[in-house]
């Protein structure tokens, strides 16, 4: 999961990164990739992606579709007669259904005909496959609007987590962040040099080559 503290609001720092929302003030950044023992399950992505959509339009008219054929099949077999109308209004059921706004007539003479039956296994699968999809997305929104789920509490808690080497800190190589690092009166600035003596920071020569190291999960860096 990647969190994003976010920054001073002056334009330099703005354009620095491109930051996701919602946006939380504080006076650092901190950008973390949770480290994990396993890999990840599935990838984070936004919740409504174009993939999203396309599959939730393709499970409404291949459900329709096969409910529709299956049905023709049926009746014909059974040799009784079937109508236009009598199609339409079973794809109708169908999409209704699938909305939700069905009556329960029309879902129990569903689940009586091979169609149905059918209907449901293809829907069950579309459904599992979007809520797979979607699961990593819902849960990296509940973690980003809850603050309690953040890695760290503050800017403290962040150079702990450098000073025991849980991650180390990536730097731009020319940023004048080493400065204020080296000379900073501020005891959070204080602490920070104590943990890079122990564990020194890895210095980047593009933001690109920073963001690989976040992207890594060994790394977090600091906006000043």
Request: glycine share 4%; charged share 15%; hydrophobic share 45%.
């Amino acid at each position: 999961v990647d969190t994003t503290c976010t920054f001073w609001k002056d334009d330099p720092n703005i354009t620095d990164v491109g930051y996701s929302n919602p946006v939380f003030q504080v006076d650092i950044v901190f950008i973390v990739r949770e480290q994990i023992p396993m890999g990840d399950l599935f990838a984070t992505f936004d919740v409504f992606t174009p993939t999203v959509w396309i599959v939730s339009l393709l499970s409404f008219s291949i459900n329709a579709l096969t409910f529709a054929l299956v049905s023709i099949a049926e009746q014909r077999l059974t040799g009784d007669g079937l109508t236009l109308r009598d199609v339409v209004d079973r794809v109708w059921n169908v999409v209704r259904m699938q909305l939700r706004t069905a009556c329960e007539a029309p879902n129990q003479q569903t689940m009586e005909t091979a169609a149905g039956k059918i209907l449901y296994i293809e829907f069950n699968m579309f459904q599992t496959f979007l809520l797979t999809s979607l699961y990593s997305g819902l849960v990296l929104s509940f973690l980003l609007y809850d603050t309690s789920k953040l890695p760290f509490e503050d800017g403290a808690a962040a150079v702990k987590l450098i000073s025991n080497g849980f991650y180390k800190l990536a730097i731009l190589s020319d940023n004048d962040a080493t400065d204020r690092i080296r000379f900073s009166q501020l005891p959070l600035m204080a602490a920070l040099r104590a943990a890079l003596e122990t564990n020194p920071p890895t210095y980047a020569n593009s933001t690109n080559e920073v963001i690989a190291l976040l992207q890594s999960g060994s790394h977090i860096t600091m906006d000043f």
